[in-house]
């Protein structure tokens, strides 16, 4: 008899009153399930189907029926990615074909006369879907969710099975179309995202993603007339009735503040025979509104209920929402909430790939990746090439990014019309499964880059005006793209200076101008050589010219710089890209990211970061404020020149030679406008650093900048020399986001090399060597290339995950090779806490896939070192002892 496991069932709403944002301090963020938030005793119970899925890759008779026997297959967890891949995983190397996952469990009792949604967020290439052998779903696509009704499928009281096969190889049938081989992005195949068990009662609030009802489905909350002194709030709403009678109810909204304050309230009566779906219309009157906005993202907090005739709640959930109002008026540029917007938006562009794990990341991930592209100063997310995970959506949504959101597509067109049906199909659906979201500030309905036919532009218009018939909705298309002329916002360059556009004679006054991707500057398309695409390992130099790149380069390209000069109608533009990521079509990673694809910062990201407001802006989470970054090592072939990227009106550099002062202070005129690339000449030389050391002071060798504003230092930032190399230091790259025991949350942890000073040696050639203890594992091994990691620019990420228990995982660190020498160990123990959804898997499954885990690499092995590392300290000790005498005799006969 197989069990199901239920983890921490009363904590799905425990936690719910803890959403307000008034207090920052151990803030965690909320992850939405299926388009919307849980509330308490609404009838409504999510469970997470995350855990514990039998997996097969290859071909295989008869595994769509109950009794198949999967005894034999590996047991995983979503999301899944099918494989991990090492660090370099370009060119087509990723698994591409069929695949089987099985999922067994027994449903609860009181699931009886209820009505059961299985919601996959995604699944990669075409599908199908089973449950106790019955089909009941086949989709083909690999970016929007895959809702199946599986009410009528299950039988209680005995072990039920989930089966679905999926195939990601070549298919010109659906998008993306195009071949992998020829693709600029990878699509790794899988259970990528989460999957969700929705229960509620038999009159419920629908799905938009499953009813296909066009503008309608679910909830569908818009705004007219908004404005500082009032707004008005669209609430649409899509009821279904699968009871067996007649419903008389009502639909009832609560709209509380950030503070968790009632705002307002209204009621609409409902009635809607059995069988049968209702679509009901409220309107709300917002006096004095908060306004969502990058530098404020705002967000109220909307409880939806659906009641019966006695007042009882049958239904309910909630959902966060922004009010904001988005206009592009042509020559006067983008307008946001009734004002024009004071500064172009400059931003870059996101694939979901990620090192070792390709697409399948935890809502965490996507979390932290939005976290960093704020703190950078990011203002817009091009969602390249494709909708993206819904927690990447609510990320933005709640650190204040906007997103242009993009149809599936890349560079291919195919004449057959189911092609171009399932296009308009994916369209209908990433509209239905975002139009809530406040982060949203454009559509980019078309297929990128793509010779498609001018009537496919004018009818992906008229979806989108069919599915979005609210003001505030906008889509942009290349200016030299066919059909163009439907579109109210262009994607172009601008010219050098502003005042026009490379791929325009004329600027249309009645469009506005965009660039949606910026900065990558290649001598070939075969070849693809580029200063701006730089590997994070190759060092200092080849970064500063990265980065350079992107601010203001002496050539004729595309840049920060450029983008800030533009007049408004030019809008602004997304870098391209802000992460590296895999490729299909090439044998190399792009390398062009700001950040390396574990989330490593290039120097570029500093130089980003040296654009946002001196201002410290208490409503956003992201960091905000002065920043000031020395952009030299202090190794012996770093420049004599020392780059200093800041915000600040004046940056004062100190390097002791002589106690000699550098200062630069931004001339007036250039307020306004980015931030320069500030560069000292001549400052730092290493034979006098030398000097130094060889008399003993070490400790006065260094480079100190200091930030300031009003004469007042507000930043500052030092760099040393590093060392001999004595030591690992290892911490979790985690930006406060706590590790959740639910079998598929993930964090980076980062090794690195250091002297005694914890100064951070970027030049070696190390290889790390990562054990586990607790509960929790790598995600990596040998054959991937990913453990040992070797170090890259002084650095060594690892990827661990949680298990389903909390508890503490201990991750330990060390070279590979040790010696009396060598430097010392490193550990880091990390907390994991309580899954916040109830975990659905059968026992004797999940046990077996613990006790995987456990068997590659979570067995205890920090007690059987040879040598406590207290020991190798005092070896070390000893030897550095012995090592001075060496040092003196060196010098008598040099």
């Known amino acids: 008899m197989r069990h199901t496991l239920l983890s921490w069932r009363m904590l799905v709403i425990c936690l719910l009153s803890l959403y307000s944002l008034t207090s920052y301090a151990g803030y965690q963020p909320a992850y939405s399930t299926a388009g919307f938030y849980s509330l308490p005793n609404t009838g409504r119970t999510v469970f997470s189907m995350n855990p514990a899925w039998r997996f097969h890759k290859g071909k295989v008779e008869g595994a769509e029926q109950k009794n198949f026997d999967d005894k034999a297959w590996n047991v995983v967890s979503l999301p899944h990615g099918i494989e991990y891949l090492p660090v370099e995983a370009s060119g087509c190397i990723n698994y591409q074909g069929e695949i089987w996952y099985r999922k067994h469990f027994t449903p609860q009792d009181d699931w009886k006369d209820k009505q059961l949604f299985l919601h996959f967020e995604a699944i990669m290439g075409k599908s199908k879907v089973w449950v106790n052998g019955k089909l009941l779903k086949e989709y083909f696509g690999g970016f929007l969710p895959v809702v199946v009704d599986v009410t009528s499928a299950l039988n209680f009281g005995e072990d039920n099975v989930i089966t679905v096969w999926a195939d990601n190889s070549d298919d010109p049938a659906y998008p993306p179309g195009k071949t992998q081989e020829t693709l600029d992005f990878t699509y790794c195949g899988g259970i990528y995202r989460d999957c969700w068990m929705i229960v509620h009662n038999r009159v419920f609030v629908t799905d938009p993603n499953y009813e296909d009802e066009v503008a309608g489905g679910g909830l569908f909350v818009s705004y007219d007339k908004v404005s500082r002194q009032s707004t008005l709030v669209n609430l649409d709403i899509h009821i279904r009735n699968t009871s067996g009678k007649f419903f008389n109810g009502k639909v009832s909204y609560e709209l509380f503040d950030r503070d968790n304050r009632l705002v307002l309230s209204t009621e609409k009566r409902l009635s809607v025979s059995n069988d049968r779906a209702a679509k009901v219309s409220s309107r709300l009157k917002v006096e004095a509104p908060r306004l969502w906005s990058p530098d404020n993202p705002y967000l109220y907090q909307l409880h939806v209920y659906v009641k019966d005739k006695a007042g009882n709640v049958v239904d309910g959930y909630r959902r966060r929402i922004g009010i904001r109002s988005i206009e592009f008026k042509g020559k006067d540029g983008f307008w946001l909430n009734g004002e024009p917007y004071p500064y172009p938006l400059i931003g870059a562009n996101r ?115 069919k599915e979005y018939p609210y003001p505030y909705c906008y889509a942009g298309c290349d200016v030299t793209a066919r059909g163009h002329e439907f579109f109210p916002i262009h994607f172009t360059h601008p010219a050098e200076g502003g005042g026009g556009a490379f791929n325009t004679e004329t600027l249309n006054p009645d469009i506005s101008y965009f660039t949606r991707e910026w900065g990558d500057n290649v001598d070939d398309w075969y070849a693809h050589n580029s200063p701006s695409r730089v590997n994070r390992a190759w060092g200092e130099v080849p970064m500063l010219v990265q980065a350079q790149g992107y601010a203001k380069p002496d050539y004729k390209l595309t840049s920060y710089d450029v983008l800030y000069r533009t007049t408004r109608q030019h809008m602004g533009g997304c870098l391209w890209h802000s992460f590296d990521h895999q490729r299909g079509y090439h044998p190399d990673p792009f390398y062009g990211g700001i950040m390396d694809a574990f989330r490593q910062p290039k120097l570029s990201y500093y130089m980003f970061c040296s654009q946002r ?90 480079l100190l900048a200091e930030g300031l504003a009003g004469g007042k230092v507000v930043a500052t930032h030092k760099v040393m020399p590093t060392r001999r190399p004595s030591k690992l230091l290892l911490w979790a790259d985690d930006e406060k986001v706590n590790l959740k025991a639910d079998g598929s949350d993930i964090m980076t942890v980062i090794a690195a090399i250091a002297d005694d000073n914890g100064n951070i040696k970027r030049l070696n050639n190390y290889e ?40 503490e995982i201990k991750v330990r660190a060390s070279v590979v090779w040790q010696g009396k020498h060598t430097p010392v160990s490193a550990e880091l123990v990390i907390q994991t806490y309580q899954a916040e959804h109830i975990l659905l898997a059968d026992k004797e499954e999940l046990e077996q896939l613990e006790s995987v885990a456990r068997q590659k690499g979570m067995s205890v092995i920090l007690n059987s070192k040879e040598q406590t590392d207290g020991n190798r300290k005092q070896q070390q000790e000893a030897s550095r002892l012995k090592l001075k005498e060496v040092e003196k005799q060196q010098s008598d006969f040099e």
């Open 351 to 465: 694939h979901q790939d990620y090192a070792v794990i390709g697409n399948a990341l935890p809502n965490s991930l996507h979390w932290r990746d939005a976290k960093k592209l704020r703190d950078a100063g990011l203002r817009v997310i091009r969602n390249a090439h494709y909708p993206q995970d819904p927690a990447f959506m609510d990320a933005c949504d709640e650190l204040g990014l906007f997103v242009i959101v993009n149809t599936p597509g890349w560079q291919f067109w195919n004449d057959e019309p189911v092609f171009a049906q399932r296009v308009y199909s994916d369209i209908r659906n990433m509209i239905r499964r975002d139009r809530n979201h406040p982060c949203v500030w454009m559509w980019e309905p078309i297929l990128n880059e793509t010779w498609y036919p001018a009537e496919f532009a004018r009818n992906v218009v008229d979806i989108l005006n």
């Open 613 to 702: 407001p001196v201002e410290v802006n208490e409503e956003l989470i992201a960091d905000s404020g002065p920043m000031v970054y020395i952009a030299n090592a202090m190794t012996p072939f770093s420049p004599k020149d020392v780059t200093v990227y800041s915000n600040c009106e004046e940056v004062r550099l100190t390097f002791c030679k002589d106690g000699k002062q550098y200062s630069y202070r931004k001339p007036a005129i250039e307020s306004g406008i980015p931030s320069p690339v500030i560069t000292f000449k001549e400052v730092f030389d290493f034979m006098y650093d030398k000097q130094l050391s060889r008399g003993g002071k070490q400790a006065d060798s260094y």
């Open 768 to 807: 790390v060597k990562f054990e586990i203890e607790g509960l929790g594992q790598l995600v990596a091994n040998d054959e991937t290339f990913t453990n040992p990691e070797p170090v890259r620019w002084g650095t060594a990420p690892v990827l661990v995950r949680a298990s389903t228990v909390p508890g």
